[in-house]
């Protein structure tokens, strides 16, 4: 299982983590995962590598 997560005091809101993967959604504003825990990093890695401000993470859990 991987744990999903964002920073949101470092989210800029742009959006690009939910043109990219369809976990992703803006909520007031800012960049919330729909589901935080997933079994496949699946296209949440791709959100990851691509935002701006590098506030999402990715952390695995046993
Ligand atoms: S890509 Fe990053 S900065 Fe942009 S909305 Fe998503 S989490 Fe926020």
């Given at each position: 299982m991987y744990k999903i997560s964002n920073d949101k005091e470092k989210c800029?809101?742009?959006g690009m983590c939910v043109q990219l993967c369809d976990n992703w959604e803006l909520k007031d504003g800012k960049g919330n995962p729909?589901?935080?825990?997933?079994?496949e990093k699946g296209c949440n890695e791709k959100a990851k590598e691509s935002c701006p401000v590098q506030c999402i993470k990715i952390e695995e859990e046993k």
């Open positions: 800029i809101g742009c729909k589901k935080s825990k997933v079994e």
